[in-house]
């Protein structure tokens, strides 16, 4: 079995989708063997996006998801990974396809 760690960002959390995400995944026959709400702290956040550090957006993506508390989770279950790649959806919401987590509640990229 694989398991993969997903995060409901802090807008995810403050407009009360934590219930509908999970049970989207446990809906899927999915596992969710930890979770956690927490406060990023602005080092983990750095690093966490070191990767992205030179693009113009990482100032704001930083400060972004340490401004209130994410729902950190670990699942587990038979393709995980690339499953609940499908499931959530392309980074841009107008990219999304129908059905997936994206399309249906983010509101732009980042958000």
Known sequence: MEQTFIM??????QRGLVGDLISRFEKRGFFLRGLKLITVERSFAEKHYEDLSAKPFFAGLVE??????????????????????KMIGATNPSNAEPGT??????IEVGR
């Open 64 to 85: 972004y998801i340490i401004s209130g508390p994410v729902v950190a989770m670990v699942w587990e279950g038979k393709n995980i990974v690339s499953t609940g790649r």
């Open 8 to 13: 409901i960002k802090p807008d995810g959390v």
């Open 101 to 106: 987590i994206r399309a249906d509640f983010a």
